[in-house]
C-alpha cells in the first residue's frame, strides 16, 4: 500500500483480558518494528522483523507480550492479560533492508490502547 | 548504549519566524545516522529530515535544515518561515549503522507551537 496502516486505531479493553494490533507495512519493504509510546517512558523499541524473522526482541517488557510475522507483510502483536501500565500506543514502522540512510523507517498512525 | 536528549520539552514560535530545536546524543560509535521526526495530534510520526553521519555537508529539505556538529554530538533542526501545520511534537532519533541494530533510539520530544 501506500503507506503503513495499524488497525485498530483505537482499543479499549478490560485488565486481564488478551489483545492483537495489527501493522500492514509499506508493500515491498522487509523490515517492521513495533515501538510503544508512553507518557512515562516516552518511545520505546519493541521487536525488530527481518522478513518473518525477529532477530532483535530486546525490547519486549515481559513475556505477556509477543509478536509474529507472515508472509513477510503483515505483523500482529499480541499482547495476553492486560495489565493498565500496558496503556500506550503502539506505533509500527516498516523499511527497506539495504544498508544505509534507504533503510529509513516510516511509521503507521499507531494504535492507541487503553486498559481499564 | 546510545542516548538522545531533546532539552526543550516546549518551544514556541511566531509565524514565518524561525525557530532551532536542539538534540544531543552520546555514542561511542563513528558512524550512525541521525533523524527528526514530527509527530502532530493525528499521532502519525512524519519524517522531516535526515543526516548520514559520515557526510559533513548539513542535510537540507525546503524549509528544514539541520546543524550536524559531529564532535560536539549535536543535530539541531532549523526551521524557517514557520507555519501554523509545523506546530507539532518533534523526535531526533538515532540509528546504528554497525552490526544487526535496527531500531531507533528517541529523544523526549519538543512541543512546538507556532503562533499567528
Known amino acids: 500500500g501506500a503507506g503503513v496502516s495499524q488497525s485498530p486505531s483505537n482499543k479499549v479493553t478490560e485488565k486481564g483480558k488478551d489483545v492483537e494490533l495489527r501493522c500492514d507495512p509499506i508493500?515491498?519493504?522487509?523490515?517492521l518494528y513495533w515501538y510503544r509510546q508512553s507518557l512515562g517512558q516516552g518511545l520505546e523499541f519493541l521487536i525488530y522483523?527481518?522478513?518473518?524473522?525477529?532477530?532483535?526482541k530486546s525490547g519486549l517488557p515481559s513475556d505477556r507480550f509477543s509478536a509474529e510475522r507472515t508472509g513477510g507483510s503483515v505483523s500482529t502483536l499480541t499482547i495476553q492479560r492486560t495489565q493498565q501500565e500496558d496503556s500506550a500506543v503502539y506505533l509500527c514502522?516498516?523499511?527497506?533492508?539495504?544498508?544505509?540512510?534507504?533503510?529509513?523507517?516510516?511509521f503507521g498512525p499507531g494504535t492507541r490502547l487503553l486498559v481499564l | 548504549a546510545q542516548t538522545v536528549t531533546q532539552s526543550q520539552p516546549e518551544m514556541s514560535v511566531q509565524e514565518a519566524e524561525t525557530v532551532t530545536l536542539s538534540c544531543t546524543y552520546d555514542t561511542s560509535e563513528s558512524d550512525y545516522y541521525l533523524f527528526w521526526y514530527k509527530q502532530p495530534p493525528s499521532r502519525q510520526m512524519i519524517l522531516v529530515i535526515r543526516q548520514e553521519a559520515y557526510k559533513q555537508q548539513n542535510a537540507t529539505e525546503n524549509r528544514f535544515s539541520v546543524n550536524f556538529q559531529k564532535a560536539a554530538k549535536s543535530f539541531s533542526l532549523k526551521i524557517s518561515d514557520s507555519q501554523l501545520g509545523d506546530a507539532a511534537m518533534y523526535f531526533c532519533a538515532y540509528r546504528s549503522a554497525f552490526g544487526s541494530a535496527r531500531q531507533l533510539t528517541f529523544g523526549s520530544g519538543t512541543q512546538l507551537t507556532v503562533l499567528p
Open positions: 522483523f527481518q522478513g518473518n524473522s525477529a532477530p532483535d
Open positions: 508493500s515491498g519493504h522487509t523490515a
Open positions: 514502522a516498516s523499511s527497506l533492508v539495504s544498508g544505509g540512510i534507504k533503510e529509513t523507517q516510516y
